[in-house]
């Protein structure tokens, strides 16, 4: 069974630094695409990153691209979304999630399992 649970969010300045974690179990890394989703309030699910079965490719959103960074770490098996220059935009619960394949746009398709999601919340 696959599990995902997120942890590190919370109350960051504009323009601050935060790392949220997602930790992985019931799964192998080069059998899935992998990345980040999130959800602002009233807003639809919005796909920031992805990283590819091979995990030889990671695509970003555009509204993340140069300030967002997606790593994992497969002997530790959890993935890593290191925010920066973060914006009061950015606020949103942030999930991290399994798939089918990325698309170029930092989108993951034929996601079938997420997290509990951890909240993010930019402001002064």
């Known amino acids: 069974e696959v599990q995902l649970a997120e942890s590190g969010g919370g109350l960051v300045q504009p323009g601050g630094s935060l790392r949220v974690s997602c930790a992985a179990s019931?799964?192998?890394?080069?059998?899935?695409?992998i990345g980040w989703l999130r959800q602002a309030p009233g807003k639809e699910r919005e796909g920031i990153s992805c990283i590819s079965r091979s995990g030889e490719s990671t695509y970003y959103a555009d509204s993340v691209k140069g300030r967002f960074t997606t790593t994992n770490d497969n002997a530790r098996k959890t993935l890593y979304l290191q925010m920066d220059s973060l914006k009061p935009e950015d606020t949103a619960v942030y999930y991290c999630a399994t798939g089918i394949v990325c698309s170029g746009r930092g989108e993951l398709l034929g996601v079938d399992a997420w997290g509990q999601g951890t909240q993010v919340t930019v402001s002064s």
């Open positions: 019931g799964f192998t890394f080069g059998d899935v695409a």
